[in-house]
């Protein structure tokens, strides 16, 4: 089966050659400047060295708590806290980047998680338990306080609006994508070739997110969301919670991003048994590096995308929640029409080539995913509560999780997918709802206009 793995990876890394080749001509249409180019590497430099730090972990957190003994529910219940961390004490960490500075939330997040990292040392429960809630609180900053400075960063120098979606789309081909193939590997290669064990990762990891906060210390100025003194943290949210009540784009965008994300962390959980149901010996590093260049082919596709005027980011969104909807049923398929291997051990089965491939799918509709969200939340949230915003977004997606790795032992892992899949057809759904209205404008957008147009023909008044 390890010719299997070659030939997968080597297609999906030619697509995503000619992707690139020919998606030059597009991104070329966009003249932009030799400060913005400056800006924009930086940015990318950092974003990766953050996401590397990210990357290298992630095939090898529930590999190294098994080899340390831990049951499937003991390993279920440090996710949990992980999620259930970032839920409640990173919401309000990464709530306070608005008040207390961007920069020094993303300082906050390389220091927790260089933490984190150090506790995957320990073998004893407790201790991984606190490395758990550390690296839930460093999830929530990475996912808000780096796109919030970003943002604001962009436009307090001046840049043009269109060009944020190259650095979005740039940053995750980069660092979603080529940093994470390279982490997967790297990973494999410290685990099997060096024979260093699982916790090696998590070593590289600390010495990447060092060297991306002294970069960051060296070369980023701060920026803020609402500069009132007078606001507290309680303020910020019933802020946040108002913005999101009163306006339903930003509501709809904060349950797709909820839908999707849930199921893109439970998919984490999930796949190492979905491919070794029998403990066969599969790749970790290499199927992760499969899974992340799939992710850098959906980027890239994404890309594009965005270069053009149309299809509008909130049209073609619909159907990759379709697609990713229906790849996360393949496991559900191959359990009713590929008979069962109960032979123990030995490479991945055949059941098991059909659901990496729908893995696969998956993985690259995430691939389109970020960078379009992150162009709609630029789009929609307002500047002055973006990471709060962001951060309540984020409070009903560990919600879900922590609900469902609860339940990890009760239910079958086909159901789980089962509910993963219908909760990516809802996000679909719901994304219709959003483009229908996305060129609506806000009942106060209405009155403005039509006292536009009073001033401007008088005869119009009532």
């Given at each position: 089966?390890?010719?299997?793995?070659?030939?997968?990876?080597?297609?999906?890394?030619?697509?995503?050659?000619?992707?690139?080749?020919?998606?030059?001509?597009?991104?070329?249409?966009?003249?932009?400047?030799?400060?913005?180019?400056s800006?924009?590497?930086?940015?990318i430099?950092?974003?990766s060295?953050?996401?590397?730090?990210?990357?290298?972990?992630?095939?090898?957190?529930?590999?190294?708590?098994?080899?340390?003994?831990?049951?499937?529910?003991?390993?279920?219940?440090?996710?949990?806290?992980?999620?259930?961390s970032?839920?409640?004490?990173?919401?309000?960490?990464?709530?306070?980047?608005?008040?207390?500075?961007?920069?020094?939330?993303?300082v906050?997040?390389?220091?927790?998680?260089?933490?984190?990292?150090?506790?995957k040392?320990?073998?004893?429960?407790?201790?991984?338990?606190?490395?758990?809630?550390?690296?839930?609180?460093?999830?929530?900053?990475?996912?808000?306080?780096?796109?919030?400075?970003?943002?604001?960063?962009?436009?307090?120098?001046?840049?043009?609006?269109?060009?944020l979606?190259?650095?979005?789309?740039?940053?995750?081909?980069?660092?979603?994508?080529?940093?994470?193939?390279?982490?997967?590997?790297?990973?494999?290669?410290?685990v099997?070739?060096?024979?260093?064990g699982?916790?090696?990762?998590?070593?590289?990891?600390?010495?990447?997110?060092?060297?991306?906060?002294?970069?960051?210390?060296?070369?980023?100025?701060?920026?803020?969301?609402?500069?009132?003194?007078?606001?507290?943290?309680?303020?910020?949210?019933?802020?946040?919670?108002?913005?999101?009540?009163?306006?339903?784009?930003?509501?709809?965008?904060?349950?797709?991003?909820?839908?999707?994300?849930?199921?893109?962390?439970?998919f984490?959980?999930?796949?190492?048994?979905?491919?070794?149901?029998?403990?066969?010996?599969?790749?970790?590093?290499?199927?992760?590096?499969?899974?992340?260049?799939?992710?850098?082919?959906?980027?890239?596709?994404?890309?594009?995308l965005?270069?053009?005027?149309?299809?509008?980011?909130?049209?073609y969104?619909?159907?990759v929640?379709?697609?990713?909807?229906?790849?996360?049923?393949?496991?559900?398929?191959?359990?009713?029409?590929?008979?069962?291997?109960?032979?123990?051990?030995?490479?991945?089965?055949?059941?098991?080539?059909?659901?990496?491939?729908?893995?696969?799918?998956?993985?690259?509709?995430?691939?389109?995913?970020?960078?379009?969200?992150?162009?709609?939340r630029?789009?929609?949230?307002?500047?002055?509560?973006?990471?709060?915003?962001?951060n309540?977004?984020?409070?009903?997606?560990?919600?879900?999780?922590?609900?469902?790795?609860?339940?990890?032992?009760?239910?079958?892992?086909?159901?789980?997918?089962?509910?993963?899949?219908?909760?990516?057809?809802?996000?679909?759904?719901?994304?219709?709802?959003?483009?229908?209205?996305?060129?609506?404008?806000?009942?106060?957008?209405?009155?403005?206009?039509?006292?536009?147009?009073?001033?401007?023909?008088?005869?119009?008044?009532?």
């Amino acid at each position: 089966m390890e010719l299997f793995y070659y030939v997968l990876f080597g297609a999906m890394a030619a697509v995503v050659a000619v992707l690139e080749l020919g998606g030059k001509s597009n991104k070329d249409r966009i003249t932009t400047s030799q400060a913005f180019n400056s800006f924009k590497n930086n940015y990318i430099l950092v974003y990766s060295l953050m996401m590397a730090g990210d990357w290298l972990q992630g095939p090898y957190v529930y590999y190294l708590y098994s080899t340390y003994g831990f049951s499937k529910g003991d390993i279920g219940q440090l996710f949990i806290a992980g999620f259930g961390s970032s839920m409640l004490f990173g919401t309000i960490v990464g709530s306070l980047a608005d008040k207390q500075g961007r920069k020094r939330a993303c300082v906050t997040y390389c220091i927790t998680y260089i933490l984190s990292c150090i506790t995957k040392h320990s073998p004893q429960y407790k201790v991984l338990m606190v490395g758990r809630i550390l690296g839930g609180i460093a999830t929530s900053l990475l996912f808000s306080s780096f796109e919030s400075w970003l943002v604001a960063e962009h436009f307090k120098r001046g840049f043009e609006s269109q060009w944020l979606s190259l650095t979005f789309s740039k940053a995750i081909f980069v660092g979603n994508g080529l940093v994470a193939i390279i982490a997967g590997l790297f990973g494999n290669f410290l685990v099997d070739s060096l024979n260093l064990g699982p916790v090696s990762p998590f070593d590289a990891a600390a010495c990447f997110l060092a060297i991306g906060m002294a970069v960051i210390l060296s070369s980023w100025s701060e920026n803020y969301g609402d500069p009132s003194e007078s606001k507290d943290l309680l303020t910020q949210f019933k802020g946040a919670a108002v913005a999101i009540a009163s306006d339903e784009k930003i509501a709809l965008l904060g349950a797709i991003q909820s839908l999707f994300e849930g199921s893109m962390y439970t998919f984490v959980f999930l796949w190492t048994p979905a491919l070794s149901p029998n403990d066969e010996d599969i790749p970790h590093g290499f199927i992760f590096a499969t899974f992340m260049l799939a992710s850098m082919l959906g980027s890239s596709f994404a890309a594009r995308l965005m270069a053009k005027n149309s299809p509008k980011v909130e049209s073609y969104m619909q159907i990759v929640f379709v697609v990713s909807s229906a790849s996360l049923l393949l496991p559900i398929l191959t359990t009713f029409l590929v008979p069962p291997s109960n032979v123990k051990g030995g490479g991945i089965s055949f059941a098991g080539s059909i659901q990496l491939l729908g893995f696969c799918t998956f993985e690259s509709c995430v691939g389109i995913f970020w960078p379009s969200i992150m162009k709609m939340r630029s789009q929609y949230i307002p500047e002055e509560a973006r990471s709060t915003i962001m951060n309540f977004f984020r409070i009903p997606l560990n919600l879900f999780v922590c609900i469902v790795l609860y339940n990890v032992n009760a239910f079958p892992i086909t159901v789980m997918f089962g509910m993963c899949s219908i909760f990516l057809f809802v996000a679909s759904i719901l994304q219709r709802r959003l483009a229908a209205i996305a060129d609506k404008p806000k009942a106060e957008d209405w009155t403005a206009m039509k006292e536009r147009d009073t001033e401007a023909d008088p005869l119009n008044a009532p």
